[in-house]
């Protein structure tokens, strides 16, 4: 039986170039989620390119603490200042969750329904408080029928860099209990995870990787940050993500995961969302 795979786009929405690549690939079969910057000024326009595509795409939101977009909106921060008032707790947690709504709106309000999925820019969907405050908004949010799949950032370490290792430090598995508990479906490993280093050929490298990884962990979450070539000086990443689509575009993807025997699928596939448990009647 093929494992399942997940392949996931973040940042639709940052600008036009990040759009349309993340459109293109979808449009060709290569992803089965995208992940929206709701606070991007982009995002009500370029919210069109993902409509065709809806009965094949899960689209989610890309909750957003540390961005540019962020910033601008009031409640954003540097990541380093982030992890540590977060680990400390000194992030107010109704404060939180009124971030969380804000976004939810947005997303809603241009995208006409809830979100498929929930993750993080910078995987904050999983830092103290934040989670505690994700939990509780969505289950408020969305009592009855399917609920939105909460992506779990755990890499497979230590295989991989520091930087995997504080990714997943940072709350996976605390958050993965909170979901269970709430009755929220959840993914349970991500790859993808690198520094945006190397050129096109080393992405490819380890995307073999990541795809023997996947075969061996089904059900997993394989993110990407693909792109159009841009000179946005506010996109520290933008010459990494022309090599991701390249790489991403090519026949290798196709042929590995066809070698391991992978089915790429959507969210809602691989961890399908039941309606809330409700008490029974005495």
Same mark, same amino acid.
Request: hydrophobic share 40%; net charge negative; proline share 9%.
């Given at each position: ?18 759009? !349309? ?20 000024? %982009? ?8 409509? $065709? ?6 689209? %989610? ?32 947690? @109704?404060?939180?969750?009124? &971030?969380?709504?804000? !976004? ?13 999925? &929930? ?5 904050? @969907? ?28 755990? $890499? ?31 993914? !349970? ?8 280093? %190397? ?12 795809? @023997? ?32 689509? @390249? ?15 992978? !089915? ?19």
């Amino acid at each position: 039986m093929s494992a399942q795979l997940v392949i996931c786009a973040d940042d639709f929405g940052m600008n036009p170039a990040v759009s !349309q690549g993340i459109a293109q690939l979808a449009a060709q079969a290569r992803l089965s989620a995208t992940s929206a910057m709701t606070l991007a000024p %982009g995002w009500p326009t370029d919210v069109a390119l993902l409509r $065709p595509l809806r009965q094949q795409l899960d689209v %989610g939101l890309h909750l957003d603490w540390t961005s540019p977009f962020a910033m601008a909106a009031g409640h954003g921060r540097p990541l380093g200042r982030l992890m540590l008032q977060t680990q400390l707790r000194l992030l107010d947690r @109704q404060q939180a969750r009124d &971030v969380m709504e804000r !976004q939810l709106d947005l997303f809603e309000s241009h995208w006409q329904a809830p979100p498929d999925h &929930v993750d993080g820019h910078q995987h904050v @969907q999983q830092f103290p408080v934040i989670r505690e405050a994700l939990v509780e908004v969505l289950t408020r949010r969305y009592p009855t029928g399917p609920r939105p799949w909460i992506r779990i950032s755990r $890499p497979l370490v230590p295989r991989y860099d520091i930087k995997a290792w504080v990714i997943g430090a940072m709350g996976a598995q605390a958050l993965q209990r909170l979901a269970r508990h709430a009755g929220l479906p959840h993914s !349970q490993w991500l790859s993808g995870i690198y520094s945006f280093d %190397g050129d096109a050929s080393a992405y490819g490298l380890r995307l073999a990787d990541w795809l @023997q990884d996947a075969a061996a962990h089904p059900g997993m979450v394989m993110m990407c940050h693909p792109g159009l070539s841009s000179d946005d000086a506010d996109d520290p990443i933008a010459h990494a993500r022309t090599q991701e689509l @390249q790489e991403l575009e090519s026949p290798l993807l196709p042929t590995l995961m066809q070698r391991h025997d992978l !089915q790429l699928v959507r969210g809602r596939q691989a961890w399908p969302a039941h309606p809330i448990d409700t008490p029974s009647a005495p």
